[in-house]
Each structure stands twice: as C-alpha cells, then as structure tokens.
C-alpha cells in the first residue's frame, strides 16, 4: 500500500478516536452537574460526595482539590474545589455531635461549565469505638452552555441550537457515614432532584438533557503489617441512573502502603479503562500533600498524556493533643 494512502488511514483512525473521546467527554460532563467528577484522591475528598463525612477527622479541616483530565485533548474536562468542614462546639468537650461544612467546586468539558455551591450538616453518633453519622448537603449549580461554539457533523440538530447561561439548578442530597479505627463505610446520593440543564427550552429538553441521580458506596480497612508499615484497600462505587437514562457503573478499587503513618503510595484500578498512581504525604502537623497520575489503558491511549490531579489540606484545632499522632485524630 502506498505510504500517502496509509498515513491518511492513521489520520482517519486518529480522527475516529478523537471523535470518540469528545462523545465520551460530552454525555458525562452532562451527567456530572449531577454524578460528581472522578477524583482518583476521593479518599482525600470524601466530602465531596458524601455529606454524612463532615467532621470526621474532628478538627476544622480545609481542603483544596484540582483535576486536568486527558490532557493534550482539547475540551477535556478540568475540575477544581474547595471544601471546608468541623464539628461544632467547644473543643472542650470528649464529643461533638453537630458537624458543619461548605464546598465550591467547578467542573469545565468542552462549551459546558458548571460551579456548584454547597452546604453539609452531618449528625453524629458515638457507637462504642465507632461513629456513625448522618449527612444532609443542600446548594445549587450554576449551569452554562456555549452550543454555539460547537460545528456539529450534522447542521440543525435541535439540542444544539439555544445557549444557556448560569442556569441555576438547586439540589439536595443525603448519605450515611460510618468509621471506626480502622475500617470506615459510607452510601451517599449527592443529588436527589434532575434538573432540567435548560427550563426555558421545554421543546429540547429531552431525557439526555436533565441531570442523572448518582448513588455511591465506599468502604475501606486498615491492616497493620508492623509498626511503621499499614496496607489500606478500599474503594468507591458509582451508578446514576433513572427509569429512561443508565451511565455505567463504575468502581475505583486501591490499594495503598502508608509509611510511619507519615507517607502513603497507592494504585488505583478505574473499572471505565484507567489505572491510577498516588502519592501522599503528610508534610507537617497541619499540611497535607498529594498527586496521582492517570493512564488510559484502552480507547484515549495514545491521544493523552493522562490526567493529573494535585490536593493539599489544612487542619486547625485549639486542642493540641489532637497532634500527638501524626495523622491526627483518626485516618477516616
């Protein structure tokens, strides 16, 4: 075959793929102004999607989070949020049952663009050596669209015809949070209420156009190897879905060594076609650090340079007993 003729087959390949991945970065950026975003560090950011998390670790903890997913593809989703959470009260006291928190994330795939505003209450119960707690989030997103943009295969298509901006969009969610020393379990749905993306456009809003309630499952266990060494499989489950609209489901499964309960590594494997690497590290008594890097195992391999995401972590008390170990009061 004739290397002109072979080198256009490359291209059309490479075009078929790269039109896969802007399908595939269309309908989930839709469906994650519901379905939060992937964070492969979500055990550093359970807030995010699970209210019933606020204050667990028992001190005023702030947390900062940012996600470039597919990078060297353009429009590929970028994620960023902050998130604040304490058990209220005098610090005074052995236990705290209220816990508050408050969160702004942003999430960006292509035309679309979401923030979203939101506030926990978790109430909390000493069981034993455990705690259970129940959570409450209630907020809105900010939705836009610039379909505008877009220079569709196919001239006309109705659902892509109107922009919208800053369509406001409330929500409420609920979810359960139980931990103990070494183990901790959480069910959550973020989200109860599917949304519309455009109210005004009742003509287009089709099934594909609304919001896709999320459920999610966590659990992880901590086995202590020796005195400077844990090994802490855990994992986070995903299913959003309605009577007329299913996203797959999906599950991060990891398995961290924490060192000296100081330093962790970590290997995520992503059930949608990923694997994941971590790295944290506990810098000081009140900061926090961590990276992973994403590889795609099948469809975008060879069109990205994988996603990077980057957290660090604050935490504050008046009660300096609550530093004598090093990962402070509890690793849930």
């Given at each position: 075959?004739?290397?002109?003729?072979?080198?256009?087959?490359?291209?059309?390949?490479?075009?078929?793929?790269?039109?896969?991945?802007?399908?595939?970065?269309?309908?989930?950026?839709?469906?994650?102004?519901?379905?939060?975003?992937?964070?492969?560090?979500?055990?550093?950011?359970?807030?995010?999607?699970?209210?019933?998390?606020?204050?667990?670790?028992?001190?005023?903890?702030?947390?900062?989070?940012?996600?470039?997913?597919?990078?060297?593809?353009d429009g590929a989703p970028r994620n960023m949020a902050?998130?604040?959470?304490?058990?209220?009260?005098?610090?005074?006291?052995?236990?705290?049952?209220?816990?508050?928190?408050?969160?702004?994330?942003?999430?960006?795939?292509?035309?679309?663009?979401?923030?979203?505003?939101?506030?926990?209450?978790?109430?909390?119960?000493?069981?034993?050596?455990?705690?259970?707690?129940?959570?409450?989030?209630?907020?809105?997103?900010?939705?836009?669209?610039?379909?505008?943009?877009?220079?569709?295969?196919?001239?006309?298509?109705?659902?892509?015809?109107?922009?919208?901006?800053?369509?406001?969009?409330?929500?409420?969610?609920?979810?359960?949070?139980?931990?103990?020393?070494?183990?901790?379990?959480?069910?959550?749905?973020?989200?109860?209420?599917?949304?519309?993306?455009?109210?005004?456009?009742?003509?287009?809003?089709?099934?594909?156009?609304?919001?896709?309630?999320?459920?999610?499952?966590?659990?992880?266990?901590?086995?202590?190897?020796?005195?400077?060494?844990?090994?802490?499989?855990?994992?986070?489950?995903?299913?959003?879905?309605?009577?007329?609209?299913?996203?797959?489901?999906?599950?991060?499964?990891?398995?961290?060594?924490?060192?000296?309960?100081?330093?962790?590594?970590?290997?995520?494997?992503?059930?949608?076609?990923?694997?994941?690497?971590?790295?944290?590290?506990?810098?000081?008594?009140?900061v926090n650090v961590g990276y992973s890097y994403d590889?795609?195992?099948?469809?975008?391999?060879?069109?990205?340079?994988?996603?990077?995401?980057?957290?660090?972590?604050?935490?504050?008390?008046?009660?300096?007993?609550?530093?004598?170990?090093?990962?402070?009061?509890?690793?849930?």
């Amino acid at each position: 075959m004739h290397p002109s003729i072979i080198k256009r087959n490359k291209m059309k390949k490479a075009n078929l793929y790269i039109a896969l991945a802007a399908s595939l970065m269309a309908a989930p950026a839709l469906a994650q102004t519901t379905v939060a975003p992937h964070y492969t560090m979500f055990m550093y950011n359970k807030l995010l999607y699970n209210p019933a998390y606020a204050g667990s670790r028992d001190v005023l903890s702030v947390n900062a989070l940012y996600r470039a997913q597919w990078v060297g593809i353009d429009g590929a989703p970028r994620n960023m949020a902050i998130s604040i959470d304490a058990p209220v009260g005098s610090y005074m006291k052995p236990f705290r049952h209220v816990a508050l928190g408050l969160s702004v994330s942003n999430e960006s795939a292509g035309v679309l663009n979401n923030t979203n505003f939101m506030a926990y209450y978790a109430y909390r119960i000493a069981l034993g050596k455990t705690m259970l707690s129940l959570g409450l989030q209630a907020g809105a997103s900010m939705m836009s669209a610039k379909y505008g943009d877009l220079n569709p295969m196919q001239q006309g298509d109705a659902s892509l015809s109107n922009n919208f901006k800053n369509e406001f969009l409330p929500n409420f969610g609920a979810g359960v949070y139980w931990r103990g020393d070494r183990f901790y379990a959480g069910v959550s749905v973020p989200h109860m209420l599917e949304n519309y993306y455009d109210k005004d456009n009742k003509v287009n809003n089709v099934q594909n156009n609304r919001q896709v309630r999320g459920y999610y499952a966590s659990a992880g266990y901590v086995f202590k190897v020796s005195e400077s060494v844990k090994l802490e499989p855990q994992g986070l489950f995903r299913y959003a879905g309605n009577g007329k609209y299913q996203l797959p489901a999906t599950a991060d499964l990891n398995l961290s060594a924490i060192f000296y309960d100081r330093l962790m590594f970590g290997a995520t494997w992503r059930t949608d076609n990923s694997i994941a690497g971590i790295v944290h590290l506990q810098v000081a008594q009140r900061v926090n650090v961590g990276y992973s890097y994403d590889y795609a195992t099948k469809v975008l391999n060879g069109f990205t340079g994988g996603s990077h995401e980057f957290t660090v972590g604050f935490d504050f008390t008046r009660d300096q007993n609550k530093y004598v170990h090093p990962r402070f009061v509890s690793m849930f």
